[in-house]
């Protein structure tokens, strides 16, 4: 049965999917392997304390993602089709692992942010 997310474990859960979706994607997996060459044991880490930061309030958070969007944004032109599918992935992963107040704030947050930063990066 899929329960919400509460714990660190669960925060896990929701980022490794997501990444194992976002690098199968062949829009989005280019841009994480070739492009920005992702170190992972690095960038997952700091994925886990943004989102337990945002959702359970629990780890620190120290970052600027819109910086570091921004900057990739240098290197390749992220679209709109590019954060479409973010959101869509992001939202397919939850609806496949979570039920609850969370797991709705997570979408939520999720897609607030993703179109804020598409509209920072192009204004
Ligand atoms: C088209 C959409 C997106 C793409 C292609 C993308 C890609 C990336 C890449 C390549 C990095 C750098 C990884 C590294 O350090 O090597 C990164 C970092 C990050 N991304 Fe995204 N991203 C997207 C959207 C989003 C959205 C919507 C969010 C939040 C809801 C987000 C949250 C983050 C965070 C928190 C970091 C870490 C920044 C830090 O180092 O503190 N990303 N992203």
Do not use: C
């Amino acid at each position: 049965m899929k329960k919400d997310i509460e714990t660190h474990l669960d925060i896990k859960l929701m980022v490794d999917s997501f990444y194992d979706k976002a690098t199968a994607d062949k829009l989005l997996g280019p841009v994480f392997n070739d492009i920005a060459k992702v170190d992972w044991d690095h960038h997952l880490p700091i994925m886990y304390s943004f989102w337990e930061a945002t959702l359970l309030s629990k780890a620190v958070y120290k970052g600027n993602p819109m910086d570091t969007h921004f900057k990739l944004n240098q290197k390749i032109k992220l679209t709109q089709e590019m954060f479409n599918k973010w959101k869509t992935l992001f939202i397919e992963t939850i609806e496949e692992n979570f039920v609850g107040k969370t797991a709705n704030d997570a979408k939520q947050r999720a897609v607030s942010i993703a179109d804020l930063m598409f509209y920072k990066i192009n204004n």
